[in-house]
């Protein structure tokens, strides 16, 4: 009895679904969150037994898991949100920096640390970037915030797995 995996791009999540019988192979079943999502068969992944070493280099989020990443997107989503571009407010910016230094935790350079701390104050952003560099000098401190964002992107943009397995007769359309 084979399980098939089915992607949702309407909602980002993954389903799995048993199928009892061989008959159900070329199937499509419908959304388990909603009969008007579009859903797509997966190949599923090939499960691992143990742990391998990866070269981390300088990922200062090396050692991160996937459900802090999420958590950590998604408040970044809702903060973010609120920041005017034209004029941010920089202890808004402040705050938002400290939660990406607390992920990274010693990982920090001191640089950052600095530039957070000012920013928290409320000194002027233009200024400290002048002093610090811009984000796209590659700095040491600018090089982890931009590698940050960059796993931060990626974690966000991998789909979410339903827990659940389904029965496919039940979901399939007769």
Known sequence: MPIYEF??????KLY??????????DKLPVCPDGEGLRMEKRVSAFAVIGKAKEETGDDPFAG????????FMADMEREMGSV??????????????RKMTEMMGDKTPPELREMVRRLEAGE??????????GMDEGDAG???FS????????ARKQPMRD???YEMRDFVKV
């Open 124 to 133: 002027d952003p233009e200024k400290l970037e002048e002093q610090f560099g």
């Open 64 to 71: 991160v898991d996937d459900a802090k990443m999420e958590s």
């Open 142 to 144: 600018d090089a982890l």
């Open 84 to 97: 005017n571009e034209e004029n941010p407010d920089p202890r808004q910016l402040g705050h938002f920096m």
């Open 7 to 12: 992607y949702c791009p309407d909602n980002n």
């Open 16 to 25: 799995s679904f048993l199928a009892r019988s061989l008959a159900y192979r």
């Open 163 to 165: 827990p659940k397995l």
């Open 147 to 154: 590698q940050m964002l960059t796993r931060a992107k990626a």
